[in-house]
Each structure stands twice: as structure tokens, then as C-alpha cells.
């Protein structure tokens, strides 16, 4: 049953901490993405994957890092600089670059 | 410049047919794509069209492109309440990378 999974579903961050996302796929794709959505808005870049370890800066990095290490694997830390982190976070992937891009279910994070 | 405008909202009747509008703004952008968000989920995939047809037929959905005016539309025939989603409208500017700019979706509300 091939598909792209995050967790937690919810997560809580305190002040001055870091959290982190995790996002899964057993799609075999090589490209992955992290979005943030706020409420009324559009889906804005974090930060994608091209290929294992290589990632780039989106629209909107400034107090998120993320790592790939593996093909399967693209998780996103939201550090203690981000000071807006209360959003809905998706993760995408795509075959490769320029392909369509498929998205897991959601985490929502919210600060104490 | 990339901005992708949709209307906020959209309600309609049970058995009615739904038309939900997009404008673009990159003519450059190869694919256009809709996605379905239901409350709390991530994004589904309903269609894509690419740049050079000028319609798409997928079962209840229709999708029209004219270029011209940088318009998208998507038809929803037999509108259902399980139709209830936010409707997005995506485009991937040629920039080298498949990078979607997303429009602030389009709330469809479907009523018994």
C-alpha cells in the first residue's frame, strides 16, 4: 500500500523549542516537499528535495532546517527562530522533478 | 509574476453542476492542476491539464484552459455534498524546478 505518511498528527511546541516533522514515502520518488498552509491562504514553499542528499531554500525557510539522508525520508524541524510556527504543515513528493506532486495527510502545529 | 486568484466561496445545491474559476498570471507554466482539500486532510489530486490542450474530461470532471486569458476552470457535474472540500488551483511556473504556486482555494459548499 504505497502512499506518503506524516506524523504526529498534532504536535505541540513549547516556547524556545524545536520540533520536528517527520514525512515518509514509499513511492520510490526522488523528489520531495515540505509546505506550510495558514487558514485562507495558499500552500507557501519550505524548503524541497531534488534528490538524496541534496535540498534548497523555498519561499519562506527562515526558521525551518530539514535533512535527507534517504530516499524515503525528508523530515523538517521548525526551530526555536521561527515565530509564527502555528500552521498546517504538508509534505509532498514527486517522481522526480517537474512531475506531479502528491501529498501525505497533514500535521498540525500548535504552540503552548 | 506568479499569483493564482480564485473566489473564496461557492455554494450550490445537490444534483447542481459547480464551476470553480482560476486565474494565472505565468503563461509560461506547463501544467495546471486541481486539488481537493477536505477539513483537516491533505491534498488530493482530482486533475491536470497541460498547457497545450484546452479541455480535460475525467468522469464528472471538466476542465477548461483558455490560455489566452490565463483562465482555468473546473466543472463539477451532479454536485454531491461529499463535493464539500477547498478546491485548489495550482500552476508550475517554468522556473527549472517543480515548484507549484497555489491559489487561496475556493470553499465549495454543497446543500441538501
Known amino acids: 500500500d504505497g502512499g506518503i505518511t506524516q506524523s504526529p498528527k498534532y504536535l505541540f511546541r513549547k516556547e524556545g523549542q524545536n520540533v520536528t516533522l517527520s514525512c515518509e514515502q514509499n513511492?520510490?520518488?526522488?523528489?520531495m516537499y515540505w509546505y506550510r498552509q495558514d487558514p485562507g491562504q495558499g500552500l507557501r514553499l519550505i524548503y524541497y528535495s531534488q534528490i538524496v542528499n541534496d535540498f534548497q531554500k523555498g519561499d519562506i525557510a527562515e526558521g525551518y532546517s530539514v535533512s535527507r539522508e534517504k530516499k524515503e525520508s525528508f523530515p523538517l524541524t521548525v526551530t526555536s527562530a521561527q515565530k509564527n510556527p502555528t500552521a498546517f504543515y504538508l509534505c509532498?513528493?514527486?517522481?522526480?522533478?517537474?512531475?506531479?506532486?502528491?501529498f501525505g495527510p497533514g500535521t498540525r502545529l500548535l504552540v503552548l | 509574476g506568479e499569483d493564482v486568484e480564485q473566489s473564496l466561496f461557492l455554494s450550490v445545491r445537490e444534483g447542481d453542476s459547480s464551476v470553480i474559476n482560476c486565474t494565472y498570471t505565468?503563461?509560461?507554466?506547463?501544467?495546471l492542476y486541481w486539488y481537493k482539500q477536505e477539513p483537516g486532510a491533505g491534498l488530493q489530486l482530482l486533475t491536470y491539464i497541460f498547457s497545450n490542450m484546452d479541455m480535460k474530461q475525467d468522469q464528472r470532471l471538466t476542465v477548461l484552459l483558455n490560455k489566452k486569458d490565463k483562465h482555468l476552470s473546473l466543472r463539477i457535474a451532479d454536485t454531491q455534498t461529499g463535493d464539500s472540500a477547498i478546491y485548489f488551483c495550482a500552476e508550475n511556473p517554468n522556473t527549472g524546478f517543480q515548484k507549484l504556486v497555489f491559489g487561496t482555494g475556493t470553499r465549495l459548499l454543497v446543500s441538501p
Open positions: 509532498a513528493s514527486s517522481i522526480r522533478q517537474q512531475e506531479t506532486q502528491y
Open positions: 513511492l520510490n520518488h526522488d523528489a
Open positions: 505565468d503563461s509560461s507554466s506547463t501544467y
